[in-house]
């Protein structure tokens, strides 16, 4: 199939839950269980998912000898949405010498003696690599957000946290999207749109089946009772952030097997069109294969 119509069927997973201008976004406006009418058993889903992975292994592979490009996937979304085993479905065919996965917990004294992007700006991706922030400098806009009293132990000086203390965060998030676009960074933003009623049911089977027990915390029902403090947090975020360089997806997330098809299919379409190719070698190099080459040749 040409690269043109590869990239056209894509976009059918794609476009309808891309955000590049967030002016008139609104979360309500998405629905946590859409599937684009798709019907499909799990063995043909895993199956079109392993296709979108393998072919991700092999433009990882360029993008690693390239040495070039490089790419940041930022997880964000509520408790059980499956940010890691997406993660982990969708990447697991990638070589691991050129992915990394950073899941950022509660900051150390260290991390909080620095400005609030120091953290994730440190484990921006190398060149050539893939980086994943399962939970990312979002955060700070969102659970800082909404636990006001965290923003307390950031040791900012007073006269610097008014009214307006989110909108400047997210405006410094933006700029610094902004910066790392310009330094080669492919940046996508997912939001795995989970709703509370799919949560509840996730939570539920947490506590029913044994095996999932350690996966259940009660801070995540504690949690679920600022869900409307979130969603208006997550909605503000997305309006501010959400640009052509650095867009969100805003993924259905009710449905497991659909998720990762979206997720893998943004991936593949915004590594597709960098068009990579591996690095030519030139004369010089190619002298020295010649020579490598007569040399085993001698030895056999």
């Not at 990882?60 to 059980?80: E, G, K, N, P």
């Amino acid at each position: 199939m040409p690269r043109k119509d590869i990239l056209g069927a894509i976009r059918k997973y794609t476009d309808p839950f891309r955000v590049t201008n967030g002016k008139a976004f609104r979360l309500k406006d998405f629905d946590p269980g859409d599937t684009l009418g798709l019907k499909m058993d799990k063995q043909e889903a895993a199956e079109l998912l392993r296709r979108g992975s393998d072919w991700l292994a092999m433009e990882q592979d360029i993008l690693y000898a390239q040495d070039s490009w490089s790419v940041l996937l930022v997880f964000q979304a509520m408790d059980a949405a499956g940010k890691d085993g997406t993660i982990k479905h969708v990447l697991s065919p990638v070589n691991p010498q050129g992915c990394e996965v950073h899941s950022f917990k509660q900051p150390s004294a260290e991390e909080l003696s620095h400005d609030f992007l120091w953290r994730y700006a440190t484990k921006a991706p190398q060149r050539g690599r893939i980086g994943i922030f399962n939970r990312s400098y979002y955060e700070e806009v969102l659970v800082v957000r909404v636990h006001q009293e965290l923003l307390k132990a950031q040791k900012l000086p007073p006269k610097l946290v008014g009214k307006d203390v989110w909108d400047e965060r997210l405006a410094d998030i933006a700029r610094f999207e902004d910066y790392l676009a310009r330094q080669g960074i492919v940046i996508l933003k997912f939001y795995l749109n989970l709703s509370r009623k799919e949560q509840r049911k996730r939570f539920m089977e947490r506590l029913d089946k044994p095996e999932k027990n350690w996966k259940f915390s009660a801070s995540d029902v504690r949690e679920r009772r600022y869900w409307d403090d979130y969603m208006q947090a997550y909605d503000e975020a997305i309006r501010a952030t959400a640009s052509k360089e650095a867009p969100w997806f805003v993924v259905p997330a009710d449905n497991k097997w659909f998720t990762r098809l979206v997720v893998a299919a943004a991936i593949v379409e915004a590594v597709e069109k960098l068009d990579l190719k591996y690095p030519k070698v030139s004369p010089e190099q190619k002298k020295d294969l010649a020579a490598a080459r007569a040399e085993l040749e001698t030895e056999s």
